[in-house]
C-alpha cells in the first residue's frame, strides 16, 4: 500500500495541501528570509557556492524550528477537544511548507551562479528580483482569494513585493 494520492478526490486534497501551503505567511516570510541572506553572504563577497549553501542551511532550520514550535503550540488542547502530537505535527508541517517552497527558486538561480552557469554577482541580483516577483505573486493571490477588486489585488501584490524591494536597497546598501 502506498501513501501516493490514487482517488481524484485524494489527488484534490493534495493539490488543496499544497495551494493552502504556498500562499501564507510561511511563503512570504521564507521569501524574505532567504532574500536577506543573499543581501548577507552577497555583502560580504561570498560566491554563489556560498550564498546557496548559506540559504539552504538556514532555510532548513527555520523550518525545522517553525514545525516544532508548530507542533508544541497546537499539542494538546485546542477549541475545546484533545490535539495529538501526530495531528499537531501534521498541521504544523502543512503549514510550514511554504517556507521551503519559497525558497526553491531563489535557490535554484543561486545554483546557477554555483555552477558558473551564470556569474555570482547576477545570480545573487537575479535571485533577489525574482524573490521580489515571488512576493507579488504571493500577495496577488492572498488578496485575489478574498475576492478583492483588481485594483486591490494589485495594492497587495505591490505591498508584498516592497518587502523585497526593501532588501535590495539594503544590498544596494551594503554592497
Known sequence: MTDRPTSPRQRE????????????EESV???ILVSGMIVVGGGHGDSSWRVFWTVVITVLVFWAAHVYAGTV?????DEHRMVSLREAFRGSL??????LLAALVPAAILLLGATRAVPDDLANWTALWVG?????????IAFRRRRASPIMQ??????????????????AIVH
Open 29 to 31: 516570510y521564507g521569501v
Open 154 to 171: 494589485v495594492v497587495g501584490a505591490l505591498g508584498t513585493a516592497a518587502f523585497g524591494i526593501a532588501m535590495i536597497v539594503l544590498k
Open 73 to 77: 503550540a497546537h499539542h494538546g488542547f
Open 13 to 24: 486534497s493534495a493539490a488543496s495541501v499544497l495551494r493552502a501551503s504556498f500562499v501564507t
Open 132 to 140: 521580489v516577483g515571488v512576493l507579488a505573486v504571493l500577495g496577488f
Open 94 to 99: 502543512r503549514r510550514s511548507l511554504g517556507m
